[in-house]
Each structure stands twice: as structure tokens, then as C-alpha cells.
């Protein structure tokens, strides 16, 4: 009976050779030996197979990450910071994938189905660990805008993704310089800042808008 792994290896196989999905699953599962009821047994459709492929990336990098020693001892930011240059390194070797992937996703503001898993893993793990930098006091818990921190991330994940793709550079350099800043840029701003403390200024100002009159002023 075909695996999981092996209708994703014969499929990564296929379109990287072929330039295209398969016609039908018939077409496909007949070239792979396999019976159509076989692979329904597994994936329901080809788009369900891509998106397990880009889940599964996340999946075993965060865990990769998660297993090491140095893993608690990271800061939110530090955190953040593993995870997209692991995530990154693993992509190499799927590169060509990801390219073909990827070229066929219509650019919007949905989330494509090929990245439906891959966001949940990402989101999953960014509400963990920005919720560990709030509690330590490292981030900073902004009314209404903390629960968006983890949207900003997702942001920059598929800049730096978008950015990988074109990224002609050796060892794709540009891109880890890319992760470096985008993250600190990223991750300053969810730390407490001088307007903060204008705001909190403002609303003393506001509650304490009496004050004058009993001065005298």
C-alpha cells in the first residue's frame, strides 16, 4: 500500500519532471503502480498532497528547534529568529519544489491552499512563543494590537519566502541578511517603544484632565 511519503516523493518527482500536475489520479497512480483507491486512501487530491508537503516542513522544523537544549533558554525573539533560518535551510533541498510551488499560487490576501497547513503550524508556534515574550515582559502587551503580532510574523514569513525564491545569491546570503533584519524590525516594534510612553502619558493627561483647575492654572 502506498505511504504518505512516497505519493509526496512520486509527486514532487512528477511535477518537477513534467513541468505540470498529473492529468488525473488515474494517470498518476498508474505510473506509480499504485490503484486509485490506494491514493484516496492517502490524499483526497493533488492540492492536498502539496499542501502536506509545505506542512510538513513546518512541522518538522519546529520540531528540530524545539528539540534542542538551547531551545528554552532562547528569548521570543531568538526564537523567531531559529525557526525561519531553519525553516529556510530545510527549503533548500526542496528548492525546485518550492519555485514550481509556488510560481502557480495566485498573489492575494487569502491564504492559497498549498500554505492552508503551513500557516496553522506557523501561527500555532508564533502565539506560543510571542505569548512566552509577553509574560516575561520582554514584548510588549498592547491593547487590541498584541493579538495581531502573530499576523505581522506570518507577514514576514512570506516576504522572506517570496524573497528566498528570487534570491540569486551564494549560499543564499542575502536572504539569511533579510531574516536578520526583518525579525529585529519586526520584533522592536513589538517591544516597548517611546510612543508607548506617550500614550500612557496622554491617557494620565486625560484621566488626570482636573488637575489644572485645582492648581489654579
Do not use: C
Not at 517570496?162 to 524590525?185: C, L, M, Q
Amino acid at each position: 500500500m502506498a505511504t504518505k511519503e512516497a505519493i509526496q516523493k512520486a509527486y514532487i518527482d512528477y511535477v518537477l519532471t513534467e513541468g505540470e500536475q498529473p492529468k488525473s489520479v488515474y494517470v498518476f497512480a498508474k505510473k506509480q503502480k499504485m490503484s486509485e483507491e490506494d491514493f484516496y486512501k492517502v490524499f483526497g487530491s493533488f492540492e492536498a498532497v502539496e499542501q502536506s508537503i509545505w506542512t510538513g516542513l513546518a512541522t518538522k522544523t519546529i520540531a528540530e528547534i524545539k528539540g534542542q537544549e538551547v531551545w528554552a533558554q532562547y528569548s521570543a525573539r531568538e526564537k523567531a529568529l531559529s525557526f525561519f533560518y531553519s525553516f529556510f535551510e530545510l527549503l533548500k533541498s526542496h528548492r525546485s519544489f518550492a519555485a514550481w510551488s509556488m510560481k502557480k499560487i495566485h498573489k492575494g490576501f487569502t491564504t492559497p491552499m498549498a500554505f492552508e497547513g503551513l500557516k496553522a503550524e506557523f501561527e500555532d508556534m508564533s502565539i506560543g512563543i510571542l505569548q512566552e515574550g509577553i509574560e516575561s515582559g520582554e514584548l510588549t502587551d498592547r491593547k487590541f494590537f498584541a493579538d495581531r503580532y502573530k499576523d505581522a510574523l506570518w507577514v514576514q514569513f512570506v516576504f522572506v519566502l517570496n524573497f528566498w525564491i528570487n534570491d540569486a545569491s551564494a549560499g543564499f546570503e542575502k536572504t539569511d541578511e533579510a531574516i536578520e533584519k526583518g525579525i529585529n524590525v519586526t520584533f522592536d516594534l513589538f517591544q516597548r517603544s517611546p510612543i508607548d510612553n506617550l500614550l500612557e502619558y496622554g491617557k494620565f493627561l486625560a484621566k488626570n484632565g482636573g488637575i489644572k483647575e485645582k492648581m489654579g492654572f
